[in-house]
């Protein structure tokens, strides 16, 4: 088992007198990128405020590395490296001395370490031009780089693609990945972009109106819906289709809406085996649509927010 680098159980916070984050749990590993995801104004930035310290929260337990964030404050942040928003570096000077400014308020930096950094960012051409020279996704990267520097067991980084154009977001996801698989470094990232995170994550807790409504593997949690296929059938053979496709094994719910056709989770490249089925059966299929799960369907039926939530579900189990 990796080691738990980030745990944290049962965090509330109130605003106002309102509550905002609500009972939120779960658990960060070495060498993982871990999504945090849920739509603007879900909590993730309020949770992350309290993850490292900027707001109090009013319940629950963070411990960093097996440190209370509460109880050993400076040793528990110590092994944080973060951007919260948008990373705060002097414009008005290069990006090394951005660096060798954070390095003295930290202590105990040496040059190398921070020639190490610079290298492994891929920031060696630019580094002594003037960050106001940089582009955004330059600026994120000094931004990581600094956050680096004190060699943290645990990145965070809020919404970090925000502003970045494709290139630079396929830069920092590589990035990313680099820092997990190569460093072993545990990454935890919020985000509001669904490709993004599953692309870029391995395990992901999707918030939703300060709750967390899931946590898994992202493979493990787009398993739990497996791919989709419309069958359009005449209304007469409408309950016909549904016993025929509910006997076959791998047809693992169907139902039906309020048109004429009929859903039903299956794996899409056994159509052609369901198709003959409801054929033999003499029910004429007059059209067959598929659809592929994403994390973007997942997260909407999650949240309430998908197209088939209100559908009527002839059945079992149905999402």
Not at 78 to 84: N, S
Request: a negative charge.
């Amino acid at each position: 088992m990796a080691e738990t680098v980030l745990s944290v159980r049962g965090l509330h916070k109130k605003i106002g007198g309102k509550p905002i984050i609500h009972d939120i749990t779960f658990d960060v590993f070495a060498g993982e990128v871990f999504g945090f995801l849920g739509p603007n104004g879900a909590g993730k930035t309020t949770t992350i405020r309290m993850l490292v310290g900027l707001a109090a929260a009013d319940g629950g337990e963070v411990r960093i590395g097996g440190i209370s964030l509460i109880n050993q404050f400076p040793e528990a942040i110590a092994q944080v490296g973060c951007i919260v928003e948008n990373p705060e570096l002097y414009k008005f000077m290069t990006g090394r001395e951005n660096l060798e400014q954070f390095a003295r308020m930290s202590g105990g930096i040496s040059r190398e370490r921070i020639e190490e950094i610079v290298r492994f960012v891929d920031l060696e051409r630019a580094i002594d031009d003037k960050v106001k020279t940089y582009s955004l996704g330059m600026r994120q990267r000094l931004g990581i780089a600094q956050a680096l520097l004190h060699s943290p067991k645990i990145l965070i980084l809020d919404e970090p693609t925000n502003g970045l154009d494709p290139a630079g977001i396929r830069e920092l996801r590589q990035f990313i990945r680099r820092l997990a698989e190569e460093e072993g470094l545990a990454v935890f990232i919020s985000s509001h972009m669904l490709s993004e995170i599953e692309m870029m994550c391995d395990r992901v807790a999707i918030i939703n109106q300060g709750q967390v409504v899931s946590v898994g593997l992202v493979k493990e949690l787009m398993a739990q819906f497996a791919d989709r296929v419309d069958w359009t059938i005449e209304p007469q053979y409408r309950k016909k289709a549904v016993e025929v496709l509910k006997g076959i094994p791998f047809v693992t719910e169907v139902w039906e809406t309020d048109m004429e056709r009929l859903k039903c989770r299956m794996e899409v490249e056994r159509v052609s085996e369901a198709n003959e089925a409801l054929v033999h059966a003499g029910i004429p299929v007059m059209g067959i649509a598929t659809k592929t799960v994403t994390l973007e369907d997942l997260f909407l039926t999650l949240t309430k927010g998908g197209a088939d939530h209100g559908t009527k579900h002839a059945g079992t189990g149905a999402k």
